[in-house]
């Protein structure tokens, strides 16, 4: 459908066969997307491929595009397809209005795609909610630590990144 044109101009991802309508960008939210692209391009260089804002494939009825997708290295760069789960070392979702959805749907579909670890930046309490250890059959994942911005996240490779600097500044 969305090869045919019916979603031009149209903020849309398709996540479990339901075509969901994608909240507008405020700026808390696309700033913090800008800044964590490059907090983690700077982390991973060289060892990973950070994609912003681009799908990803989880299954048949799931092509969501996450604010963030760090990914293996591919030799095409992604230009022949879209990243699969196997392919897929972390998923971030900045959030504000989008909260519920991102801890509902989003990580029941992440969890039962096996996707390692997913986080979710929460602009509004300042913090990140880190979520590993996914179980596909109960589609959740097994282990959520709350993150302030006291602390710190490890981005794949194993360098650490202060929560201060992932969330927008006061």
């Not at 903020?11 to 969901?20: N, Q, S």
């Not at 700077?42 to 604010?67: I, K």
């Not at 710190?152 to 500044?169: F, N, S």
Request: hydrophobic share 35%; net charge negative.
């Amino acid at each position: 459908m969305g090869e045919a044109g019916l979603f031009a101009n149209e903020r849309v991802e398709l996540l479990d066969g339901t075509i969901v309508t994608m909240s507008p960008q405020g700026c808390p939210h696309a700033g913090t997307v800008d800044h964590m692209d490059g907090l983690l391009r700077q982390a991973t260089e060289g060892r990973f491929r950070v994609r912003a804002q681009l799908p990803v494939v989880l299954n048949d009825w799931s092509e969501p595009e996450p604010d963030l997708a760090v990914c293996v290295l591919e030799p095409y760069r992604y230009t022949r397809a879209h990243p699969l789960p196997e392919q897929i070392v972390l998923i971030c979702e900045i959030a504000s209005s989008s909260l519920g959805y991102d801890r509902t749907e989003k990580a029941a579909a992440y969890a039962a795609s096996g996707i390692p670890e997913y986080w979710i930046v929460d602009v509004d309490r300042r913090s990140i909610h880190v979520l590993r250890d996914p179980d596909r059959d109960e589609r959740r994942y097994r282990i959520e630590e709350t993150v302030g911005e006291d602390g710190d996240v490890v981005a794949p490779g194993g360098t650490r990144i202060a929560a201060a600097d992932v969330l927008p500044p006061r």
